[in-house]
């Protein structure tokens, strides 16, 4: 599993200059044929897809839908911090001018996913705090945490002070504290106006927490994260 760096016994596994080094090339089975190189992580020609080196080959790996593959960071990360260079990845100015419409209706988003299915990138949908993603050709819909809305132009789930909802249907105006943390949002957390920092639901009440030391509150995902990963915009460092 994944666990904290203080758990990890790293003493083994391959430094980042090593990786560094590795990744450069461009000859997938020569990277993985190289000493040292288990669990070596190589862009692949589809932005969302990856290799991860095992017993000297190259092993296939998929992104989880809504990510891509960050080669400078070495995970699947949020398509706005990832620039998609590879030649294999093909995105057309009709679908990017499509996504970033102010809604996309569930015809076009079929058919947006059924001719970009390698391209997973967010798009907009017609409440203003869901959005799309496509997973295996298919459109799926996701919504994000209570008191955020999808951000069109950056392809983020943002506080809602930053978002325009034009046309899409705004949700119900959130209530005040009792109503965020209902009976269904136990245990959730929500972001804080300082970036390390989040509030969870206990007991019907917002509870203040801090994330461990290092890392930042990831508003998207709704957990403690790395600060590469994280997009903190008018949140305090």
Known sequence: MCDWPVNANCHNNVDKKSHEKLTKNSNVDEICSSPDSEGVLVAHENCNEFYRCADGKPIHHQCAPGLLFNPTAMICDMPHNVNCTTEGLFISKKYMAATRANYTTDEEAATICATQNHFVYPFSHKNCNQFYVCSLGE???????????????????????????????????????????SDANEGRLFGHQYCNQFYQCLGGELIQGSCPSGLYFNTFFGICDWPENVNCRNRLV
């Open 139 to 181: 459109p799926v819909v996701m919504s994000c945490q209570p008191t955020l809305f999808f951000n069109v132009d950056d392809g983020i789930c943002d506080w809602q002070k930053n978002v325009k909802c034009g046309d899409r249907v705004i949700p119900g105006e959130e209530k005040k504290n009792g109503k965020v943390c």
